[in-house]
Structure formats: structure tokens, C-alpha cells
């Protein structure tokens, strides 16, 4: 069945150093794969996409990097700030007959250490 | 300011009463979206709708429905609560034929089904 994982329940970051999130995807039928961040109490925001024929993309402060090979999704955050603590969730979006149906992973607890 | 709006935003529920959750997005999003965030199991996927007038079943469907009369609105109902229903849900919505993978989520509503 298709799933979306990750590898690290709880990651511990002093502020200042780089954070990496990481995650594995098992359906290769997807055409988006997806970072949202989540602070208690609120919903999910959107942080950074990469299409599948993308091996990196970057962003204001975020790096998105996918290995189709090993099927790998990893999220760097540069500078970590303790507004960047949070749960982060990787998602993907297989396409079946143009049907979106995202797929997110059980989160990453990111705490930012001062 | 645009967006989703749901409603409401905690509700406490005897089981078996009927339940509806409302949601309303304001940025004419073809698609709209479901999920049920509980601890450790991330969101999951209930119900999608891709265009008004139309519906699809998710992840974890069961004990749910949903209408989608019009672009903007788009009800779950819960037609006989019960606990494990017991939830936090999110309501989200995307253009369909965006070029992104976005996903624009509400603030949620969590419900406890006793």
C-alpha cells in the first residue's frame, strides 16, 4: 500500500546550526511531494514543494532535495531560529486518473534549542 | 483576509448525536479535502471533492459523508458519532490545476466524542 514515513519522531537543534528533516515515500506514482510546517494549535502551512522530475529545490532559508532512487525526501532549514519549532510533515500526491489525493507522513517534532 | 474557514473550533459530542462541520474557502478552489490529525498517525485523507457537484472517498471514510452543493462549502457530517472519532479535523482546500502542490488548510476543529 502507499505510505509516507519518516525517520526521526524527535529532532533536538541548537539555535543557529542547520536542521535536516527526513522522510521516505513508497509510491513513485507521485507527481508533487510536499513539506508542511504545523505550530500547536494551528493548521498545516505550507512551506516548499518539488515536483518529481526535480532532484532539489530551494527557498528562503529551506533546501528540499528528493532521491527518486532510494525514495527520499529531505528538508534542510539553514540557520534554525526557534520560530522554525514546530511538527514538520512531508506529503506526497500520487496522481491516479487526475485524482489529488495527498498522502502525509506522522511528523517531526523540530525543537529549536536556544 | 481569504482563505477557510471552519467551524466551529472545539466541540464536545455525546456519542451517537449527528454532527456537522462546517467549512468555507473564500479563493474559489476547485478541489477540497477532509483529514483527521490524531497523535502518531499524522493527517489522513477522508473525503476529496475535485469540482463542486462531486465527491470521492479517502483513507478513513467510514462513519463520515460530505456534500459539495457549491464551490465554497464543503460539510462533513457525522451521521452517528462515535469515540474514536475523537479527533482533531482539518478541512483544505487547492486549485485543481495549480502548478504547485499547496495544499491551503483551516485552523481545525477538534472534536471529542464521549
Known amino acids: 500500500g502507499e505510505s509516507v514515513g519518516l525517520h526521526l519522531p524527535t529532532l533536538s537543534v541548537q539555535e543557529g546550526d542547520n536542521s535536516i528533516i527526513n522522510c521516505a515515500y513508497s509510491n513513485s506514482a507521485s507527481d508533487y511531494f510536499i513539506w508542511y510546517k504545523q505550530e500547536s494549535g494551528k493548521g498545516p502551512q505550507f512551506i516548499i514543494d518539488i515536483r518529481s522530475n526535480m532532484d532539489k529545490r530551494q527557498g528562503q532559508r529551506v533546501t528540499v532535495l528528493l532521491n527518486k532512487t532510494v525514495k527520499h525526501l529531505s528538508l534542510q532549514i539553514a540557520a534554525t531560529q526557534p520560530g522554525d519549532s514546530a511538527v514538520y510533515f512531508c506529503?506526497?500526491?500520487?496522481?491516479?486518473?487526475?485524482?489529488?489525493?495527498?498522502?502525509f507522513g506522522t511528523g517531526t517534532r523540530l525543537k529549536v534549542l536556544a | 483576509i481569504a482563505g477557510i474557514t471552519q467551524a466551529p473550533t472545539s466541540q464536545i459530542l455525546a456519542a451517537g448525536r449527528r454532527m456537522t462541520l462546517r467549512c468555507t474557502q473564500d479563493m474559489r478552489h476547485n478541489a477540497m479535502y477532509w483529514y483527521r490529525q490524531d497523535l502518531g498517525l499524522g493527517l489522513r485523507l477522508i473525503h476529496y471533492?475535485?469540482?463542486?457537484?462531486?465527491?470521492g472517498k479517502g483513507e478513513v471514510p467510514d462513519g463520515y459523508s460530505v456534500s459539495r452543493a457549491n464551490t465554497d462549502d464543503f460539510p462533513l457530517t457525522l451521521a452517528s458519532a462515535v469515540p474514536s472519532q475523537t479527533s482533531v479535523y482539518f478541512c483544505?482546500?487547492?486549485?485543481?490545476?495549480?502548478?504547485?502542490?499547496?495544499?491551503?488548510f483551516g485552523e481545525g476543529s477538534r472534536l471529542t466524542v464521549l
Open positions: 471533492s475535485n469540482t463542486a457537484g462531486t465527491t
Open positions: 483544505a482546500s487547492r486549485p485543481y490545476s495549480a502548478n504547485t502542490g499547496e495544499l491551503f
Open positions: 506529503a506526497e500526491n500520487p496522481t491516479t486518473s487526475g485524482t489529488y489525493k495527498y498522502i
